[in-house]
Nanobody, 126 residues
């Protein structure tokens, strides 16, 4: 059982930056591909970014490519999402999730993920 706790959300203005953090309880944290998803009110959850167990491969949704950066520190059981040049359309609850390595192919499919955090709100004002 992996417990995930997100932090770092808040209210910012368009163009600002935020860094989200996700702390994992499991010491086998490095055995998981980690992802970030988001969900705005009235919309479906959408994939944002993912990173493989060693951090050597990263994936991004087209909507955030070039603005967001995902990273991880396996020694600290942490994964991060650096969000730059934020836009009002980035407003959502952001969720951290863990995906068993053998399912990494489906990194952008939330239904494949095994564990989820409770989410952190990001609000970007115009």
């Amino acid at each position: 059982q992996v417990q995930l706790v997100e932090s770092g959300g808040g209210l910012v203005q368009a163009g600002d930056s935020l860094r989200l953090s996700c702390a994992a309880s499991e010491r086998t944290f490095s055995s998981y591909t980690m992802g970030w998803f988001r969900q705005a009110p009235g919309t479906e959850r959408e994939f944002v970014s993912a990173i493989t167990w060693a951090g050597s491969v990263t994936y991004y949704a087209d909507s955030v490519k070039g603005r967001f950066s995902i990273s991880r520190d396996n020694a600290k059981n942490m994964v991060y999402l650096q969000m730059n040049s934020l836009k009002p359309e980035d407003t959502a609850v952001y969720y951290c999730a863990a995906l068993s390595l053998f399912k990494t192919t489906w990194y952008d499919d939330g239904a494949q993920y095994d564990y989820w955090g409770q989410g952190t709100q990001v609000t970007v004002s115009s």
